[in-house]
C-alpha cells in the first residue's frame, strides 16, 4: 500500500497551559474563595446591617439633615472635580500624545504623583499651603476667603487625588492612534476645533467615558485627603464617607450603613457601567491599533 508522503500530517491542538484539570480546579477555587471573603461578604453585610430594622428605619436615616447634607456635598464636589480633570485629562494627553517638547516625561511623571502620594500627604500639603501659619494664611482670611474647613479645599484635594485617572486613560489611547488623522483633517482645511470636535474627539470617546467614570467613583469615595481639608464640620463640610465615619463612631450603626450601602451601590453601579465600557472601549483601542 503506498503512501502519501504529501498528506498533512494529523495536527494536535495545542493546550494553552501544562496544568492538570487538578492544578487549574484549584486556582479558580482559591480566587472565587478570595473575592467572596474580601469582596462579596463585606458588600453583604453592608446591605444587611443598613436593612436590619427595615427600611422604614432606613429610609429615615438617609432623610436625617446631616446625611442629607454630605449626600449634597458629595455631588457638589464631583460636579465640580470631574469637568475640572476631564479637561485636564484632555489637553494633557494631547499634549503628551500629539506633540515632542521638552519635560514631556517630567510631564508624564507629574500625572501620576497622586498615585504615590498618600491622600492623607496631599491634604496636608493644603493645610500648609492655605492654613493659618502659612504665608496665604492672613491674606486670605483678611479678604474673607475660606479655603481650608469649606468646600473649596475640599474641592482642592479632591481634584489632587483624582486627576490622573482620565490622562492616564488617554495617553495610551491617543499616543496608540497618532496623528494621521487629524493632519489630514487639516491638510483638507479643517480649523483646530473643527479637528479636535469631528476628528480627535469620536476616536478617543470611549476612554474619555471610561476616564470620567472611574475619576467620579474616586471623587465620591474619597476619604484620607477630604479628612484632613473638611474640619469635620457636621451638615456643612462632611462628605458621605466622613459621614459613615461619624456615625459609625457615634455607634449609631444603622444610619452609618444605610449610608455606606449609598456608596456600596455607587461602586456597583461603577463596576457595572466600567464592564460595558471595556466591551465598547476595547473595540475603540483594538481599531486605533489596526492598520488603516
Not at 118 to 144: C, D, E, R, T
Not at 184 to 203: C, D, E, H, M, R
Request: glycine content about 8%.
Amino acid at each position: 500500500m503506498a503512501l502519501d508522503i504529501d498528506a498533512p500530517a494529523a495536527t494536535v491542538p495545542l493546550r494553552p497551559t501544562t496544568e492538570t484539570p487538578l492544578a487549574r480546579g484549584i486556582l479558580i477555587a482559591v480566587a472565587l474563595a478570595f473575592l467572596a471573603f474580601f469582596l462579596f461578604l463585606p458588600l453583604v453585610i453592608v446591605f444587611v446591617e443598613a436593612f436590619r430594622r427595615g427600611a422604614g428605619v432606613f429610609l429615615a436615616a438617609l432623610a436625617e439633615p446631616e446625611t442629607l447634607a454630605a449626600i449634597r456635598l458629595t455631588l457638589l464636589v464631583a460636579a465640580i472635580s470631574v469637568p475640572c480633570n476631564l479637561v485636564f485629562g484632555v489637553a494633557a494627553a494631547w499634549a503628551i500624545a500629539k506633540f515632542e517638547f521638552k519635560g514631556k516625561a517630567f510631564l508624564t511623571t507629574l500625572i501620576d504623583l497622586p498615585f504615590s502620594v498618600s491622600p492623607v500627604i496631599a491634604g496636608l500639603v493644603y493645610v500648609l499651603l492655605f492654613g493659618a501659619g502659612s504665608a496665604l494664611g492672613p491674606w486670605l482670611k483678611s479678604h474673607g476667603i475660606e479655603i481650608l474647613f469649606a468646600v473649596p479645599g475640599i474641592v482642592l484635594a479632591t481634584i489632587f487625588v483624582t486627576f490622573p485617572f482620565v490622562a492616564r486613560e488617554l495617553i495610551p489611547l491617543m499616543q496608540e492612534q497618532g496623528t494621521g488623522d487629524e493632519e489630514a483633517a487639516i491638510a483638507l482645511g479643517a480649523s483646530g476645533w473643527q479637528t479636535f470636535w469631528y476628528v480627535t474627539l469620536p476616536n478617543i470617546k470611549w476612554g474619555l467615558l471610561y476616564g470620567v467614570l472611574l475619576c467620579n467613583a474616586r471623587a465620591m469615595g474619597e476619604f484620607g485627603a477630604v479628612s484632613v481639608v473638611s474640619g469635620h464640620v457636621r451638615g456643612l463640610t462632611n462628605t458621605m464617607p466622613l459621614q459613615v465615619e461619624i456615625l459609625y463612631n457615634e455607634y449609631n450603626f444603622v444610619a452609618a450603613f444605610a449610608v455606606a450601602s449609598l456608596l456600596a451601590l455607587l461602586a456597583l453601579v461603577t463596576l457595572v457601567l466600567k464592564t460595558i465600557l471595556e466591551m465598547r472601549y476595547g473595540h475603540a483601542i483594538a481599531g486605533a491599533a489596526a492598520p488603516h
